[in-house]
T-cell receptor, first 114, second 115 residues
């Protein structure tokens, strides 16, 4: 099975712009979660989607949003970018049923805001 | 509040020696506990999990972890470290206070294995 893929891998944006990141989960996985990783704050949970519904949301401002499509692919959007949004954004997929609680992570999208 | 603590920023061991990476947690309800490893410029890889059952769980690459309910700990161990084990290790717990599957990660422990 192919792993979790994220596009693009690297992105440079300027303050005030918006950005959309994409994640394709492992085939058959219905749950997709997004995380922000920074040296200072570590790994922070952004949100989780399951069958196109947002089930959990972390403590991030409304500029951060996401969605999931019927094929389980997910996108996250950050509007009005700030310098502090520079981070590695990780997507993780999970089967979402039974006892398969472990998550499988993509390689991440490195976002730099200048 | 649900939380995970990894008290050591860095652990140094010599190749061939046993290693331990510490993790303590605080959750409401039954803990779902995980260890992940991150190699440079890569995403996280799942190592092992404790959901229920035997307190000693075995995972990938020869790693194991012991769940201790009384001490609320879930330390990661390996009997004989390899240089290739050098990486960033994260302990994580499912936040049982919400529906769905929100995961809280520790700050991470960097493991250096010296040849």
């Amino acid at each position: 099975k192919a792993g979790v893929t994220q596009t693009p891998r690297y992105l440079i944006k300027t303050r005030g712009q918006q950005v959309t990141l994409s994640c394709s989960p492992i085939s058959g996985h219905r749950s997709v979660s997004w995380y922000q990783q920074t040296p200072g704050q570590g790994l922070q949970f952004l949100f989780e989607y399951f069958s196109e519904t947002q089930r959990n949301k972390g403590n991030f401002p409304g500029r951060f949003s996401g969605r999931q499509f019927s094929n389980s692919r997910s996108e996250m959007n950050v509007s009005t970018l700030e310098l502090g949004d520079s981070a590695l954004y990780l997507c993780a997929s999970r089967a979402g049923q039974g006892t398969s609680y472990e998550q499988y992570f993509g390689p991440g999208t490195r976002l730099t805001v200048t | 509040a649900q939380s995970v603590a990894q008290p050591e920023d860095q652990v140094n061991v010599a190749e061939g020696n046993p290693l331990t990476v510490k993790c303590t947690y605080s959750v409401s309800g039954n803990p779902y506990l995980f260890w992940y490893v991150q190699y440079p410029n890569r995403g996280l890889q799942f190592l092992l999990k404790y959901i229920t059952g035997d307190n000693l769980v075995k995972g990938s690459y020869g790693f194991e972890a012991e769940f201790n309910k009384s001490q609320t700990s879930f330390h990661l161990k390996k009997p004989s470290a390899l240089v290739s084990d050098s990486a960033l290790y994260f302990c994580a717990v499912r936040d049982g206070s919400t529906g769905g599957f929100k995961t809280i990660f520790g700050a991470g422990t960097r493991l250096f294995v010296k040849a």
